[in-house]
Structures are given as structure tokens and as C-alpha cells.
């Protein structure tokens, strides 16, 4: 079965740096997108980043000039560079992939979330 697996969460000071990680394992045929989102208390889950096999990348506003996304397709994974990190930006962020395992049927897929928290 097609796992996602996230990681480099963890507490940081306020103007700090964090790096995301996830990979993407099992019957994979085609991976279209990978992404992160992220989901504060009492919050919907929002868009971060994302990324498509062609190397086209949307970001959310609020993290434009300090994040960036980036793919490495022959490893199935996505990274999440976050610089100059906000209080704000406290949440639990889930790596997203949509992807195929036989070429017929495309689903969504998620990971386990991991916490990032950043202190004022």
C-alpha cells in the first residue's frame, strides 16, 4: 500500500529554520503532485505548497520568499525548506501526494502529519 512518511518537524524559535521531508513509498506508477499543507487548532487544513511533475510550484501568500518546496522525482520525495518562521506558522503539516499505482485510477494520499511549533 502507498505510504507517506514525514519528517524534520520540531520547536523553533521565532526567525528560525526547519526543513520538511517526505517519502513516498509503495505500488507507485506515476506521482503527479506532492505537496505540504498544514492545520492549526480550530483551523481548516490550508494549502502550503505545492509542487507537480513538470516542476510547476504554487505557493500560499503567506509563506512567499520564506519557503520553499522542492521534488526529487527518482527518490519519491518532497522537501519543505522554511526559513524566517513565524509564530503563525504553527501547525501540523502533512506531506500530500496525487498519484497513481496502475495508471487507470488517481488518488490522494496522505501522510501522518508532523508538528512544527515556533515560539515567539
Known amino acids: 500500500q502507498v505510504q507517506l512518511v514525514e519528517s524534520g518537524g520540531g520547536l523553533v524559535q521565532a526567525g ?8 513516498v513509498s509503495g505500488p507507485i506508477s506515476t506521482i503527479v503532485a506532492m505537496g505540504w499543507y498544514r492545520q492549526a487548532p480550530g483551523d ?7 509542487i507537480n511533475s513538470g516542476g510547476n510550484i504554487d505557493y500560499a501568500d503567506s509563506v512567499k520568499g520564506r519557503f520553499t518546496i522542492s521534488r526529487d522525482n527518482a527518490k519519491n520525495t518532497v522537501n519543505l525548506q522554511m526559513n524566517s518562521l513565524k ?3 504553527t501547525a501540523v503539516y502533512y506531506c500530500n501526494a496525487y498519484l497513481s499505482a496502475d495508471y487507470r485510477t488517481w ?8 508538528q512544527v511549533t515556533v515560539s515567539s
Open 44 to 50: 481548516q487544513r490550508e494549502l502550503v505548497a505545492t
Open 87 to 89: 509564530p503563525e506558522d
Open 107 to 114: 488518488d490522494n494520499y496522505w501522510g501522518q502529519g508532523t
Open 16 to 23: 528560525g529554520s526547519l526543513r520538511l521531508s517526505c517519502v
